[in-house]
């Protein structure tokens, strides 16, 4: 593979597997269909390694073929548990997970967000009680 | 924080959350002084003279999930263990500048790391922004930024993993080239 070391060899090698890269647009098909991913990248999280996992959970959902748009936040308070993130499944409420370290990211990935069916360590933020509801 | 590259990401996460629009971040190095100059400067909201105090103590955010505000303190502290210093000059409606100095021939010194991925990483993650990077060294230049990369490879986001991959091997080869501290205690620098 030659090096790249200037824009016009990326572009080269693009325009050579025009297929291979990505370049559609995310949110285009709505961001209602899409899996939403807030990983939290403050000092804590990053100080805990959330830039390994945000990479991996780029690079996953995408080898996987999951429709996700995964982005950064800020801290969410939880600098106890980090690194932490919030999983918002269409049509259903935020999951916060804390201890979110690559394993757990996998198993979030194929557990939570492939199957629905919920992983350990989920940091309770908006349990309704029956007072709330109503 | 293990990399000087992650002091960086997470103090051009300030300029994000003061809501700029352009954000550049420059690194220079001059082997003569056995210096690294940093520079992170955004054209957000910028502090007043008082708020720009503040930021140098750890107890102080303008967050409110909590009560400590460690990024800047704790680049400032790998700073000045290196025998370095950090400054930041701020303006109300102008925008923040951060500029840090290390010294990578100490032995305290963390490993630059990787910048090129905490690059990519804050350019997927905040795509209203323009992003630009300045590398330079004795041996030369290297600048890069998001609106040279969407015009070259005529693309209106970046995104994708491909892309990524290509775009931190283009900036490594480069940082390669430029010879940037790379390993602690700048011992490489004066292999002869």
Redesign the interface.
Same mark, same amino acid.
């Given at each position: 593979m030659e090096k790249i070391k200037s824009l016009a060899d990326l572009k080269k090698i693009r325009d050579e597997k025009q297929s291979g890269l990505q370049t559609r647009e995310k949110g285009e098909a709505g961001a209602d269909d899409l899996v939403q991913v807030k990983v939290a990248m403050a000092t804590c999280g990053i100080a805990s390694g959330a830039k390994e996992t945000m990479e991996f959970m780029i690079g996953a959902l995408e080898k996987r073929g999951v429709d996700a748009l995964v982005t950064q936040t800020g801290c969410m308070g939880y600098c106890y548990a980090e690194p932490t993130i919030e999983v918002t499944l269409p049509e259903n409420e935020p999951v916060v997970f804390g201890g979110v370290d690559l394993d757990k990211a996998d198993e979030i990935i194929e557990k939570y967000i492939k199957g629905g069916e919920l992983v350990d360590g989920i940091i309770p933020v908006n349990y309704e009680t029956i007072d709330n509801k109503e | =924080?293990k990399e000087i590259a992650?002091h960086i =990401?997470?103090v051009a996460?300030n300029g994000v959350?003061a809501g700029a629009k352009r954000i550049e971040i420059a690194i220079r190095q001059e082997m003569e002084n056995e210096l690294l100059h940093i520079t992170v400067e955004d054209d957000g909201h910028g502090m007043e003279k008082s708020e720009l105090e503040r930021t140098k103590d750890p107890f102080y955010t303008s967050?409110t999930?909590?009560n400590v /505000? #460690? /990024?800047i303190p704790?680049f400032r502290q790998q700073a000045e263990m290196t025998g370095g210093k950090l400054e930041i000059n701020s303006e109300p409606g102008k925008g923040t500048q951060l500029k840090a100095d290390l010294h990578p021939g100490h032995p305290d010194c963390q490993p630059l790391g990787?910048l090129e /991925?905490?690059w990519v990483?804050l350019v997927?993650?905040?795509p209203g922004i323009e992003w630009i990077l300045n590398l330079s060294s004795e041996a030369g230049e290297f600048s @890069?930024s998001t609106t040279? @990369?969407k015009s070259? #490879?005529e693309?209106? &986001?970046i &995104?994708? @993993?491909? #892309?990524?991959e290509? #775009?931190k091997?283009?900036i490594r $080869? $480069?940082i390669d080239?430029l010879g940037l501290y790379q390993e602690l205690g700048g011992i490489h620098l004066f292999k002869s």
């Open positions: - | =924080m992650l =990401m997470d996460e959350r967050r999930t909590r /505000g #460690l /990024g704790l990787d /991925g905490c990483l997927t993650s905040y @890069i040279e @990369i070259a #490879l693309v209106k &986001s &995104s994708g @993993i491909e #892309l990524s290509h #775009l091997r283009l $080869n $480069n080239e």
